[in-house]
T-cell receptor, first 113, second 109 residues
Framework: EADIYQTPRYLVIGTGKKITLECSQTMGHDKMYWYQQDPGMELHLIHYSYGVNSTEKGDLSSESTVSRIRTEHFPLTLESARPSHTSQYLC????????????FGQGTRLTVV | DAKTTQPNSMESNEEEPVHLPCNHSTISGTDYIHWYRQLPSQGPEYVIH???SNVNNRMASLAIAEDRKSSTLILHRATLRDAAVYYC??????????FGTGTRLTIIP
């Protein structure tokens, strides 16, 4: 049973607004990830973290930022939303070794109008 | 990073077995082979993983070639609910988790 949660599930927001997408997991996992995915397209890694106070940019450049102040929480922030940010954002966590599975949240579908 | 190659799409009839191939000719000795799938409008979910030996779980079986340069995900009896994009991924050590394009599996009723 996956214990990783994303809120909100859906968000429609105007251009220029600041938004924070929440991701929380209760499994004590060190590694957490954020992916961006357009409909029918690939999952692109935009941020990841190996633990508290550790954040790295992923393979796809993103204007979003992340923080990891607590193990269980990995929020993603857009300071000024634009229509080009419209996409689905997926969060994942894993214990961190190659011999363990990753768990994904249900995603946040963001629409910027 | 070691890469994987999968067919873009496959079709299978309902209630028949499905064999999803994955080539990973540059795999290293410490790479684990993972499979995830993404159902429509959902986040990916773990299916199975292995290192050298074949693996079975309640969802699927993973057959790994003796030289480890390829693997096959086997769904023993496909249902309509198995229609998804299936991703074959290699992971070693502390590597980040990245996805390719995967195989879009269509189940024909």
């Amino acid at each position: 049973e996956a214990d990783i949660y994303q809120t909100p599930r859906y968000l429609v927001i105007g251009t220029g607004k600041k938004i924070t997408l929440e991701c929380s997991q209760t499994m004590g996992h060190d590694k957490m990830y954020w992916y961006q995915q357009d409909p029918g397209m690939e999952l692109h890694l935009i941020h990841y973290s190996y633990g508290v106070n550790s954040t790295e940019k992923g393979d796809l450049s993103s204007e979003s930022t992340v923080s990891r102040i607590r193990t269980e929480h990995f929020p993603l922030t857009l300071e000024s939303a634009r229509p080009s940010h419209t996409s689905q954002y997926l969060c994942a966590s894993t214990q961190g070794t190659a011999n363990t599975e990753a768990f994904f949240g249900q995603g946040t579908r963001l629409t910027v109008v | 990073d070691a890469k994987t190659t999968q067919p873009n799409s496959m079709e299978s009839n309902e209630e028949e077995p499905v064999h999803l191939p994955c080539n990973h000719s540059t795999i290293s000795g410490t790479d684990y082979i993972h499979w995830y799938r993404q159902l429509p409008s959902q986040g990916p979910e773990y299916v199975i993983h292995g290192l050298t030996s074949n693996v079975n779980n309640r969802m699927a079986s993973l057959a790994i070639a003796e030289d480890r340069k390829s693997s096959t995900l086997i769904l023993h009896r496909a249902t309509l609910r198995d229609a998804a994009v299936y991703y074959c991924i290699l992971i070693q050590g502390n590597e980040k988790l990245t996805f390719g394009t995967g195989t879009r599996l269509t189940i024909i009723p």
